[in-house]
């Protein structure tokens, strides 16, 4: 457990100084800033949604990025840089390095999540006089979200290359927000053959449903109504933590059998 | 308790491509015994198999065929790595942490506890001259001071075999001799070390034994002053004919004789005294008599040129 722990505060000690990350949140930070200006343009009580959802929309995207741009590097820089070499020649199991990855990255994701979530409480704070009650839920679920879609592109990290790393994780994030909606509409489409409903109902079971994460965002899902969101979260939760645990179980299967 | 360090047996190592009809191999039966607290050279030319090796022993690749044992143990076993240690070739540490603060990352990784840890860590800091650094970003460290630094993670476990992939590259001559007797202090306390490097005249004065590898096969191994004996005197003389050609040749010696100036390289066997007798006995007079030892860049040349196998 120290050797995981020490693994993983040195992969958060280098993500929250990659360049490319700090200008993400930022720009996120600063988009949020100024997104009660934006409230105006919807008048009345479409204000707070405009408002809400339009935060929530920059958070989401820029955790995306920030999971997708970080996690890709994390295990292939080290094999190019040789530091595996020095971590993995101490009593350091492969599993211990793949998990400490993890935790690292989402002990970032974390971080991010908090900077951009105590800006966007003050924003709407100042902007609506009020604290919305639903923005520390729909940050939780983000912050699964992006957790869930780390674990999918380390997955992907152990066994192909950055660059193909970026477009798998970026095709499954966007099936995993479109599959279920798309599901849906098939099925209510007595014209559909069972050749094209079937492959699609396979690939949503196989991929994640990122989409369970977004129904924070009246704007994106108004056709959404839960009547217990408490429930609804928790076990939204629950799928993304089941999810990454088998992920994680597949990233150390594959890479303990790897060469570096 | 074995008294080898390092052990393989028939060590093979292929790498098939996915496309590739025919697989490459890195390593070829390999048979190499190191023994408990002796520095052994392991020298090859780019491409030889050594770091595939060294890969092998840590337990970071597998073998295709063949066995190796650390420290009596099957290689990669994660146990065993509390007795071992690793400096890999141009290592890259996080930079943008402190010397102290990677060496208690090091640390950590063998669940050494404070404050045992920090006695370690600034022991070992004292120990490789970075004291003065020691809160100092990575990045800001010098190459050697990074060597350095490489290391002091190595000692992090005081390890019972260290395996060092170039050491002293690339650094300058006083951080080079100053690693070189940081190596033979190590030794002197006991411990083994296994050596992969090109720097052939630090081999040559701190390993007792060496293996050369060429083309994943081992071609040369034994003990440094076996594998170099056989040096020769130059021996130059002025106004000497040729009647002494005949009697040197007979002792063994390489003469030459161009316009009154005679070259002689004479095995160094006790045969020099009467080379010179010869010549001074012909009125010849003696220019310069020099000995040359024949050297592991010698040997190195000659064993992959011949591409000789063991």
């Known amino acids: ?260 | 308790m074995s008294d080898l360090a390092i052990k393989t047996v028939n060590l093979t190592k292929r790498y098939s491509g996915l496309w590739s009809k025919h697989p490459v191999e890195a390593v070829k039966n390999l048979n190499l015994e190191v023994y408990r607290g002796e520095i052994f050279g392991f020298l090859g030319p780019n491409g030889a198999g050594k770091t595939t090796t060294i890969k092998i022993l840590l337990g970071i690749i597998y073998p295709t065929e063949g066995e190796a044992y650390v420290l009596g143990q099957p290689a990669g076993d994660p146990k065993n790595h509390y007795k071992i240690s690793y400096l890999p070739e141009n290592p890259y540490f996080y930079d943008y942490m402190t010397g102290r603060e990677i060496l208690t990352f090091y640390a950590r990784l063998f669940g050494i506890t404070e404050p045992e840890r920090s006695k370690r860590v600034n022991e070992l800091l004292d120990r490789v001259g970075l004291s003065r650094a020691a809160d100092q970003p990575l990045r800001t460290y010098s190459k050697g001071m990074l060597q350095r630094i490489g290391l002091a993670q190595c000692l992090i476990n005081d390890p019972e075999l260290l395996i060092l992939d170039e050491p002293t590259a690339g650094l300058d001559p006083i951080a080079h001799i100053d690693i070189r007797d940081l190596i033979l202090e190590l030794r002197n306390q006991g411990k083994t070390l296994f050596i992969s490097s090109h720097q052939l005249s630090d081999v040559e004065r701190v390993c007792d034994r060496v293996a050369i590898l060429n083309k994943g096969m081992l071609v040369r191994l034994g003990k440094i002053e076996e594998l170099l004996a056989g040096g020769y005197v130059e021996i130059i003389a002025d106004k000497v004919t040729n009647n002494v050609l005949e009697p040197i040749r007979q002792l063994g010696g390489k003469a030459s004789l161009h316009d009154g100036r005679l070259i002689v390289e004479q095995p160094d066997d006790g045969s020099v005294d009467r080379v010179i007798d010869i010549v001074r006995a012909a009125g010849g007079h003696i220019v310069s008599v020099k000995p040359y030892r024949r050297t592991l860049e010698d040997l190195f040349v000659e064993t992959i040129q011949g591409g000789k196998s063991v």
Do not use: H, W
């Not at chain 1, 951009?116 to 679920?141: H, K, Q, S, Y």
């Open chain 1, 1 to 260: 457990m120290n050797a995981t722990l020490a693994i993983a505060g040195a992969t958060f000690g280098e993500a929250v100084r990659k360049r490319i990350l700090i200008v993400i949140l930022l720009i996120a930070l600063l988009i949020i800033l100024i997104s009660p200006a934006f409230g105006p343009f919807a008048g009345g009580r479409g204000a707070r949604t405009l408002i809400i959802s339009f935060g929530f929309g920059v958070i989401q995207l820029a955790g995306t990025f920030i999971a997708i741009i970080m996690c890709t590097g994390l295990i292939p820089t080290e094999i190019e840089r040789r530091t595996i070499y020095t971590i993995l020649s101490k009593p350091v199991q492969r599993y211990q390095f793949v998990l400490g990855k993890f935790f690292g990255a989402v002990g970032t994701l974390g971080f991010m999540y908090l900077m951009m979530g105590i800006v966007f409480l003050i924003a709407t704070r100042l902007a609506l006089g009020e604290f919305d009650g639903r923005i520390i839920p729909g940050l939780l679920m983000f912050f699964f979200q992006s957790s869930l879609l780390a674990a999918v592109v380390i997955f992907f990290s152990t066994f192909v290359s950055p660059l193909v790393n970026y477009f798998l994780s970026g095709g499954v994030f966007l099936l995993g927000n479109l599959l279920s909606s798309f599901l849906e509409t098939i099925q209510r489409n007595p014209e559909v053959t069972p050749i094209t409903r079937i492959p699609v109902q396979l690939l949503t079971i196989i991929l994640p449903n990122f989409a369970n994460f977004n129904v924070q965002n009246p704007i994106i899902n108004p056709e959404q109504v839960i009547t217990d969101p408490v429930a609804y979260t928790v076990q939204t939760i629950a799928y993304a933590i089941v999810y990454i645990v088998m992920l994680l179980v597949l990233s150390m299967l594959i890479f303990n059998q790897r060469e570096m």
